[in-house]
């Protein structure tokens, strides 16, 4: 018995170690081709990148930009694991940093009272945008695929409102860039300088704690237990008692919180005010990369890590006379070469398993055809 | 099936961890300069200019364009190497300072950021490396080494605000602004004040194309199309759009309705071959130079004289400026000159907020 599963445990390990390999290489592929396309040679490329990218700043920055990554990737995977499609977290995210950013400016209190405040405004408002989604879905049955892109759209609005001179706004010197009251110095997050390298974002302790309790109430729990029963069938999730509605309405709301995360590290460690130039679109980012991810907290680390790599290290083949857009095209073909080589991988199991299944019948078949013929 | 993946997947962060470890010791800046020590003697004839575009870098029709043109001009001019980055929207203030350092680094000098976006990054670094020359444009950094290259938008528009009070039929006239940032803001308070102070009976509609963060309304002529629509609609026979690429959906729009004007921005948009078909409807462009700024930034340094400090681009010097191609405005130029003098010889104070 125990060498048996020790056979399977091994098959399916080729299994799972199979599918993102070949999602890489085929990434590799695609990619290769395409620089060849434009002219240039794809392996100084690639040589290029893993040269610039195993430099210890990159190193530093790589592992600040997935920081940011992995609470989106973590907010969007929350969702996932429920069937529903977060693509709000883009304006919860927003929303959050913006409200906490207003209201960390308006303080000066002790560093240790303020910080804790504002992620909690910054969960608080995330989770408040990220509700109204989701007691449409429960009460008036609206998809929150389309309400949370009107959300993201509304929610741009009215930080673009808010955020003028007069309300909570305030212009520069030149008068062209309009933020938030910068944060007292003491409410900055801490973070640890590592000289020449740059400066490590403290805030990657909070995002790791988010994973923990991430994999711990989905994975432990009897609340993530009917979470995920409700993304696989609501039917049979509601005929063991679960309320879905309720469900639906929490993990929206959790979804929220953790969206509400995202701009913290840039917030707290980086810009330290809300302005113009703050960053968009890391709400879609976290989509790609809890896809990637495959939504578990491990991938979704791997899943950030892989993508600020590209980031860094992209931004030096423009440098290098790449053309810019060949980022997007990475990035893009990596994506879709996991999800196809999951699929694949998955069907090929499958259908392993299905030919064992049938060659042991078989034999079984043939066993008792040959005992009753020697009976 | 969950814990095999989660070993393989734990050693594999393990392993990715224990590479970062080791690798730790040089930097970026050390590795390119162990591999090309000959890049900073193939500069030294010429200028090695290295620029870092806003959103939407080179081609993008309008603010970054204009820029480019001022580059492409200098490079023309001295020889020596342009290096160009693009701006991300993701883009965290870690990555402006590395785009600007990247350049440092490599021995660019001038280094130009186009766009107030890189204002806070270009303090520090311009900080860090104060023997090179940096450069920024719409915004101002306060740093010693750097020049801080302005354009005073609202005089320009104060001229297209006169004459369109002079041109409108319907004593009605609008106003459409790409985003609602201050910058923007600038073009609507001087095309306000300029109808105003020529017309106070002239009704002006002034609206914006998109909000906040979101620069959409830079780059949607679709959008531009439906606003100045609306204004037309509404009975306004001259509509002044900034707003970037917006601009030519608003002028397309004008070109429908017979008798009524479009006023472009940024570049002459009557000689823009793109636009060739509608130019009968572009009575004149405001137009800033930001190709001027950037070129005279890169020639002081040829020069070996760098410019600092801030620079501001005025309609007096002809950093901004109302062009006449077409001679729509021939017959009113004398009381447009007159309002030009008026702003040069500080009569009238033009406000910069609306």
């Given at each position: 018995?125990k ?13 799972a170690?199979?599918?993102p ?7 590799l592929?695609v ?21 610039y990218?195993?430099a ?7 592992l600040?930009?997935?920081?940011t ?5 973590i907010a969007v995977a ?18 959050a940093a ?12 002790p ?10 405004t ?6 408040m ?13 609206v ?7 009107m959300?993201?759209?509304?929610a741009?609005a ?33 973070s ?8 490590l ?25 009917d979470l ?11 005929a ?5 509605k309720?469900m ?16 913290m ?5 980086d810009?330290h ?9 890391i ?14 907290p ?6 950030a890590?892989l ?10 083949l ?5 053309d810019?857009e060949?980022?997007?095209?990475i990035q893009g073909v ?11 991988v998955r069907r ?6 299905q030919?064992?299944?049938g060659?042991?019948l ?7 055809i040959k005992?009753e013929?020697?009976? | ?30 590795k ?11 500069g030294?004839?010429?200028v ?7 959103v939407g ?36 203030e ?15 000098n ?5 766009g107030?976006?890189y204002a806070?990054?270009?303090?520090q ?38 004459a369109?009070a002079l ?25 306000n004040?300029?109808v105003?102070?020529t ?6 509609d002034?609206?914006y ?12 002529p679709?959008?531009?199309k439906a606003?100045a ?6 009975g ?9 690429s ?6 397309e729009a ?10 472009g921005?940024?570049s002459?948009q009557?000689?823009?071959?793109s ?8 009575l004149t462009s405001?137009v800033?130079n ?5 070129y005279?930034?890169?020639k002081?340094?040829h ?19 109302l ?6 405005i021939?017959?009113?130029q ?14 009238v ?5 609306p």
């Amino acid at each position: 018995m125990k060498k048996f599963t020790a056979r399977i445990d091994k098959e399916r390990l080729i299994l799972a170690l199979a599918a993102p390999v070949l999602a890489v290489v085929a990434a590799l592929v695609v990619t290769a081709l395409v620089i060849l396309a434009t002219g240039k040679d794809p392996f100084a490329a690639f040589s290029d990148m893993l040269s610039y990218g195993s430099a210890s700043d990159s190193q530093i920055y790589i592992l600040n930009k997935a920081t940011t990554y992995y609470l989106a990737g973590i907010a969007v995977a929350i969702g996932f694991r429920m069937n529903l499609f977060n693509i709000g977290v883009d304006g919860q995210y927003r929303m959050a940093a913006f409200f906490a950013a207003v209201v960390g400016g308006a303080l000066s209190l002790p560093g240790i009272v303020q910080i804790p405040l504002m992620i909690a405004t910054a969960m608080l408002v995330g989770a408040m945008w990220a509700g109204i989604a989701g007691i449409l879905k429960v009460t008036r049955g609206v998809s929150e695929v389309i309400s949370t892109i009107m959300l993201n759209a509304i929610a741009t609005a009215v930080i673009g409102y808010l955020m003028q001179p007069g309300r909570l706004g305030q212009l520069d010197d030149a008068g062209t860039l309009v933020s938030t009251k910068p944060l007292p110095k003491s409410s900055w997050f801490f973070s640890i300088d590592t000289g020449p390298a740059g400066v490590l974002w403290g805030f990657f302790v909070i995002a790791a704690l988010a994973g923990l309790a991430y994999w711990f109430v989905l994975g432990r729990t009897r609340f993530g237990f009917d979470l995920r029963a409700v993304g696989q069938s609501e039917s049979a999730a509601s005929a063991s008692g679960v309320s879905v509605k309720k469900m639906i309405a929490t993990s929206m709301i959790i979804s929220g919180a953790m969206a509400g995360l995202i701009g913290m590290p840039t917030l707290l460690n980086d810009s330290h005010m809300y302005s113009n130039d703050f960053p968009l679109g890391i709400g879609f980012t976290g989509i790609a990369i809890a896809l990637l991810g495959r939504n578990h907290p491990v991938g979704i680390a791997l899943g950030a890590l892989l993508w600020g790599f590209l980031e860094r290290t992209t931004n030096h083949l423009e440098f290098m006379g790449y053309d810019k857009e060949i980022l997007g095209v990475i990035q893009g073909v990596i994506v879709l070469c996991v999800v196809i080589a999951y699929e694949v991988v998955r069907r090929y199991g499958l259908k392993r398993q299905q030919q064992r299944v049938g060659a042991e019948l078989a034999a079984q078949a043939a066993r008792s055809i040959k005992k009753e013929v020697t009976a | 099936m969950r814990r095999v993946t989660k070993i393989a997947a734990s050693g594999i962060a393990t392993a990715a961890l224990a590479l970062s470890v080791s690798a730790c010791g040089s930097t970026s800046n050390e590795k390119d300069k162990a591999t090309d020590g000959s890049s900073s003697s193939a500069g030294k004839n010429g200028v090695k200019v290295g620029v870092a575009y806003d959103v939407g870098g080179r081609g993008d029709h309008s603010f970054n364009d204009s820029a480019a043109r001022g580059m492409d001009k200098a490079k023309a001019e001295f020889g020596g190497e342009l290096k160009e980055l693009t701006a991300k929207t993701t883009d965290t203030e870690a990555d402006r300072v590395q785009r600007l350092t990247d350049l440092a680094d490599a021995g660019y000098n001038p280094i130009v950021g186009i766009g107030y976006a890189y204002a806070n990054s270009m303090k520090q670094v311009a900080t860090k490396y104060p023997k090179l020359t940096f450069g920024i444009v719409d915004s101002v950094v306060d740093a010693k080494n750097v020049d801080n290259i302005v354009f005073t938008e609202e005089q320009g528009s104060y001229l297209a605000g006169v004459a369109a009070a002079l041109k409108t039929k319907s004593h009605h006239v609008g106003f459409i602004g790409g985003v609602d940032v201050p910058l923007i803001k600038k073009f609507e308070a001087g095309f306000n004040q300029g109808v105003k102070d020529t017309d106070k009976s002239i009704k002006v509609d002034n609206q914006y194309l998109s909000h906040g963060s979101d620069t959409s309304g830079f780059a949607s002529p679709d959008k531009g199309k439906a606003a100045a629509q609306g204004m037309l609609d509404k009975g306004a026979d001259v509509i002044y759009s900034a707003a970037g690429s917006s601009g030519n959906g608003s002028i397309e729009a004008v070109n429908g309705k017979k008798g009524t004007w479009a006023i472009g921005v940024d570049s002459d948009q009557y000689n823009i071959a793109s636009l060739a078909k509608y130019k009968s409807s572009i009575l004149t462009s405001v137009v800033k130079n930001v190709d001027i700024g950037v070129y005279e930034l890169v020639k002081s340094v040829h020069d070996g004289k760098p410019k600092v400090g801030t620079n501001t681009y005025a309609l007096a010097d002809g950093g901004v400026s109302l062009v006449t191609s077409g001679g729509f405005i021939d017959d009113i130029q004398v009381k447009i000159d007159a309002a030009k003098k008026k702003i040069i010889d500080g009569t009238v104070k033009v406000k910069t907020t609306p």
